[in-house]
């Protein structure tokens, strides 16, 4: 949940802030009042408005404590308070609206706290919302909602105290996905491809002309495992199964894809659905028992290396002995076109793997 995300990112203003601006300075030097701070991160500027308010432990059933943050039961959940300030026992605390722009003054979120307590955001990305959530702390019920083009594409329900969650994509729409979000991995020594299946129903008779993928890397196939023939006719209370192929080369492969399922309606409607990559030639499960690999720099094109660990270097020594290094902190295609046939070293050092392999080059 977004929540979790923001839990990491107060974690961080806590330890990391440095703000311009101005705010009231009250009882032991807590800060209270309407603020505007400025924010640098990532070497990108943020402009946070809000307004802090002090409280003391006296207003929270707190169940755990640290130095920098604490949990207390708010109705019948248990939340974490992230105070901007602590004094003793007293807390300089975000409460209402959290709003956070960017440097040219476009709003980006909004954030609903009460006393600390999360409540509620709220994305925009050019004036429009795009994800939406909520805490009921009564029922123990949440809802994310995800929205693109304007259009409801996703809608979770979590009920927190009995631990379930359900996921519904499109659900205002005569189209349903069982799944729109998609993981996809590929070893391109050993396993090429990978597949996902889709249940797809629909509230009226509706027709699919054409489904396509932004990489070209990915195949339609029927339960039977035959390609799937267009127009696919999706009838009315009826589940119609289709498998997703993926089968990306390292020329082709990229880390996200985007799917458009066109349908024949009056709106000419386009669903869309997104995946998430993974390829490599080794990971961290296979650096330390691969010896040799043989790769082509017109077949193959590129050597495709993940991150390993927290930090991951690589390096190559050339047969004259001079080496080229590479930071790995995203997955990572190395142009095998700079590089002449031979024999090569590949070595791999992150954090908790790494080894030495040989790079044999051909044509």
């Known amino acids: 949940m977004r929540l979790q995300f923001l839990i990491t990112f107060l974690l961080f203003l806590c330890i990391h802030r440095e703000v311009v601006g101005q705010q009231v ?71 209402g609206w959290l709003e ?4 040219a003054g476009n709003l980006q979120s909004k954030t609903l706290y009460d006393k ?19 805490i009921n702390y009564i029922d123990g019920t949440g809802v994310e909602l995800s ?13 927190y105290l009995k ?3 359900q996921i519904v994509y499109y659900p205002e729409n005569d189209l349903h996905m069982s799944n729109a979000e998609f993981t996809f991995e590929v070893d391109f020594l050993n396993k090429r491809f990978d597949s996902k299946n889709i249940t797809l129903t629909s509230k009226r008779k509706l027709r699919i002309d054409s489904i396509v993928s932004s990489s070209g890397s990915i195949k339609y196939l029927n ?48 669903y869309y659905g997104f995946t998430q990559n993974l390829g490599y030639h080794l990971n961290y499960r296979t650096v330390e028992k691969t010896k040799m690999i043989e790769l082509s720099k017109w077949r193959d094109h590129f050597l495709i290396l993940p991150p390993m660990g927290t ?3 690589a390096s190559i020594t050339c047969p004259d002995r001079s080496v080229k290094n590479y930071n790995i902190n995203k997955i990572t295609k190395i142009d095998l076109r700079d590089f002449e046939p031979g024999v090569y070293y590949l070595d791999i050092l992150s954090c908790n793997h790494g080894g030495t392999v040989k790079l044999s080059l051909k044509k």
């Open 25 to 95: 300075y009250s009882r032991e030097k807590l800060r209270e009042g309407l603020f505007s701070d400025t924010v640098e991160i990532s070497n990108t500027k943020k402009v946070f408005k809000g307004e802090n308010l002090i409280t003391t432990s006296n207003d929270y059933e707190i169940a755990e404590k640290s130095k920098i943050f604490f949990r207390a039961w708010y109705k019948k959940l248990k939340q974490i308070v992230i105070p901007d300030q602590i004094v003793n026992d007293s807390f300089s605390v975000k409460h």
């Open 100 to 103: 956070i722009f960017n440097i």
């Open 116 to 134: 600390g307590i999360y409540l509620s955001s709220r994305d925009y990305k050019d004036g429009n919302i795009i994800y939406f959530d909520s």
């Open 147 to 159: 929205f693109y083009n304007d259009i409801l594409f996703k809608r979770k329900i979590s009920n």
């Open 163 to 165: 631990h379930l969650h």
């Open 223 to 270: 339960p039977e495992n035959k390609n799937l023939q267009f127009p696919l006719i999706i009838v009315p209370n009826k589940k119609s199964v289709l498998k997703l192929m993926y089968y990306p080369t390292p020329i082709t492969f990229c880390e996200y894809d985007t799917l458009k399922f066109y349908v024949n309606d009056s709106c000419h409607s386009i």
């Open 311 to 313: 930090v991951t270097n």
